[in-house]
């Protein structure tokens, strides 16, 4: 059983930027490839980020590329989300995922979820 808990959200203005947390706990937290995913009102979950359980590959969505970036620090059992240039359609509710046996790049590929973190845009 793996607990995630995501933090770091909140209100910023177009061209901001903010870095999510996602702390992770569980005996073997560190060897799970970890995933970003977001969600607007009226929208379906979609894919972010994501980042294999050594670290040494990362994935993003094409929205995101360029802009974000996903990193992890496994002696912390944390991994990060920093968001730079950020525009208003990028608002949502971000959550962690964690995945055992690769990594997670759509919802269903996900094994366990964080309870999510808003995040908001304004023009």
């Known amino acids: 059983q793996v607990q995630l808990v995501e933090s770091g959200g909140g209100l910023v203005q177009a061209g901001g930027s903010l870095r999510l947390s996602c702390a992770a706990s569980g005996r073997t937290s560190s060897r799970y490839n970890m995933g970003w995913f977001r969600q607007a009102p009226g929208k379906e979950r979609e894919f972010v980020a994501a980042?294999?359980?050594?670290?040494?590959?990362?994935y993003y969505a094409d929205s995101v590329k360029g802009r974000f970036a996903i990193s992890r620090d496994n002696a912390k059992n944390t991994v990060y989300l920093q968001m730079n240039s950020l525009k208003p359609e990028d608002t949502a509710v971000y959550y962690c995922?964690?995945?055992?046996?690769?990594?997670?790049?759509?919802?269903?590929?996900?094994?366990?979820w964080g309870q999510g973190t808003q995040v908001t845009v304004s023009s």
């Open positions: 980042i294999s359980w050594s670290g040494g590959s990362t």
């Open positions: 995922a964690a995945r055992l046996l690769g990594v997670p790049r759509t919802p269903r590929e996900s094994d366990y």
